[in-house]
């Protein structure tokens, strides 16, 4: 059975796009081979916990159409999900090591251990633990049981290789005597990552872990980790991490990089989902645009890219243009009702979505174009205080309109143009900023049409 997870940290204010673009590949794999997705909350580094922080980020998996078959709101059979619910199972296995001598307990102070790591960068050494108290274990494991020391539980690193296979990176060799002896469990009963990922994973049954390349360095300690309780090794798929157009890391410091960012802002969910679908995979067709589904249907864990990804906020803006323009008219103006929250007329903006339906890029660029539909200009790109001969010819142009559409509207204007002699250029641009305050602006007689005759004379008639 294919069992993949995703196990996001809430120590931000969302779900980062790369971990959505990670979850993707996880949730794809396990649908495609008819397995399971699961969401895991890796809550113990409770120093930069976000609070609500957990709420946002499975909100934002819901939202973007990324449903675990188990997490922290739906349950399942390897419940708790989240890993601060978890700590005697933790605790239980890093007994179990220390018990086997794979593992031993350190009673060193932060004081030492900084002092050590000096030392060792001074002489230009591999800053790791001295073993200092595995040296000293029998001493030490008795102080602990009898007098209750505060310790935590370091990982004894064998001597030797660590041998793994990655799917994307190929077959890793490591030295051990490059690793250090790392932290297990720490003082307070709290695992450290490399614990907590391993016991999780063996125990959720995990078959692949599909996760970012900055966890590459931490495998090999994974590796001796599954190694030493004697269980399968999963397969392991370490991708690459997305970055900026201009190469760098994506940070939010460049670009927005939380997801409900984009969503907020009326990037569709299948748009942001088919563009990440892109970031270290190519359809084998070459196309560019496509479904859920089918990424489903052809994705494969061999094809993922060893190149780093560019993810381009315009190129994503292009793509969700895309689907706005594919979208029937009522389902758009139908999320664009709801995007405002319902509060513009939903009449209004049906016949408004033929004028912008090719402008927009995003739901979120339809009220700065449209806005004028809904109330008065309240100001003006250019200077209309010279003009009160022509708006007042206007005025009086349009009142005699018997019919009020676009086209009797634009042939009437251009009658007006050509009796003045002026250029049309010169006199569309006041009508347009008169009617919508702005230079540019969806079609204007069509615009004119919809707001309707008495509308349109009455903002005329302030100005004259």
């Not at 802002?265 to 196309?287: D, R, T």
């Not at 939903?346 to 339809?366: F, N, Q, S, V, W």
């Not at 049309?424 to 707001?451: D, H």
Request: charged letters at 30%; a positive charge.
């Amino acid at each position: 059975m294919v069992r993949t997870r995703i196990a996001p940290s809430p120590t931000g204010q969302d779900v980062h796009v790369g971990s959505i673009a990670a979850a993707l590949m996880n949730y794809a794999w396990a649908k495609k081979n008819h397995g399971q997705f699961i969401i895991r909350i890796e809550d113990t580094d409770r120093t930069r916990l976000v609070k609500g922080g957990e709420e946002k980020m499975l909100d934002t998996f819901n939202r973007i159409g990324l449903v675990a078959d188990e997490s922290p709101n739906t349950g399942g059979k390897f419940a708790p999900y989240r890993q601060s619910e978890r700590l005697n199972i933790y605790k239980k296995h890093a007994e179990e090591l220390v018990d086997k001598g794979k593992a031993y307990y350190c009673i060193c102070t932060p004081e030492r251990l900084t002092k050590m790591r000096e030392e060792q960068v001074a002489k230009k050494q591999i800053p790791k633990y001295d073993r200092l108290c595995f040296s000293n274990q029998k001493e030490i494991v008795e102080q602990v049981k009898e007098r209750n020391l505060p310790h935590v539980v370091r990982l004894l690193i064998p001597e030797g290789q660590v041998k793994f296979n990655d799917v994307v990176r190929g077959e890793i060799t490591i030295d051990n005597k490059n690793l250090d002896d790392q932290v297990l469990l720490k003082s307070d009963g709290f695992p450290t990552y490399h614990l907590g990922v391993v016991v999780d994973d063996h125990l959720m049954e995990i078959s692949h872990i599909i996760r970012g390349e900055e966890w590459l360095p931490s495998t090999p300690k994974h590796v001796i980790l599954y190694q030493a309780f004697g269980w399968k090794l999963p397969v392991f798929a370490h991708i690459s991490l997305l970055r900026n157009p201009d190469k760098s890391k994506l940070s939010k410091r460049k670009n927005p990089v939380w997801t409900s960012w984009y969503l907020d802002k009326g990037i569709f969910s299948e748009a942001l989902l088919n563009y990440l679908a892109l970031m270290g995979w190519s359809h084998p067709e070459g196309k560019e645009v496509f479904s859920l589904e089918e990424y489903i249907k052809v994705f494969d864990i061999k094809d993922i890219q060893k190149t780093a990804p560019v993810f381009d906020p315009v190129k994503l803006e292009w793509m969700n243009g895309v689907y706005i323009r594919d979208i029937e008219n009522e389902d758009l103006k139908l999320k664009i009702y709801e995007f405002y929250n319902k509060k513009y007329p939903e009449e209004i903006i049906g016949k408004t979505i033929p004028l912008i339906k090719e402008r927009i890029k995003k739901l979120a660029d339809y009220l700065p174009l449209c806005e004028f539909f809904f109330k008065p200009p309240e100001s003006f790109e250019i200077r209309l205080e010279a003009k009160q001969a022509l708006l007042k010819n206007m005025k009086e142009e349009l009142e005699k309109i018997s019919e009020w559409k676009a086209n009797a509207i634009g042939e009437s204007m251009q009658a007006l143009v050509k009796k003045l002699g002026i250029k049309a250029g010169e006199f569309f641009m006041v009508l347009r900023v008169i009617i919508t305050g702005k230079k540019i602006s969806p079609p204007l007689n069509e615009s004119m049409e919809i707001l309707g005759k008495e509308e349109c004379i009455k903002r005329l008639g302030k100005l004259v």
